[in-house]
């Protein structure tokens, strides 16, 4: 996805982590690489640049919504 080389994206993400802290909005993790994330990915349409079309979450939450965007994207659930 060219989003995420682009300045654009590297300037919210930026601004994310300093608005809301370096903290998963998930389960409240803290200490560890937080991702922001898309609520509504791209591929399904969602708002790459937009703020509230996006979470930070830690790793292991970033794992999980991924592997069930896509179960959902595939029918599968
Ligand atoms: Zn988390």
């Known amino acids: 996805m060219a989003l995420y080389g682009s300045l ?3 300037g919210l993400r930026d601004r994310l982590l300093r608005e809301r802290g370096r903290k998963c909005e998930d389960r409240g993790r803290t200490g560890t690489r937080i991702y922001c994330d898309h609520v509504v990915e791209i591929c399904d349409g969602g708002a ?10 830690c790793g292991s939450c970033h794992t999980r919504k991924t592997a069930d965007a896509r179960a959902k994207r595939h029918g599968l659930r």
């Open 48 to 57: 790459g640049l937009d703020v509230t079309n996006i979470k930070l979450r």
């Open 8 to 10: 654009e994206w590297r």
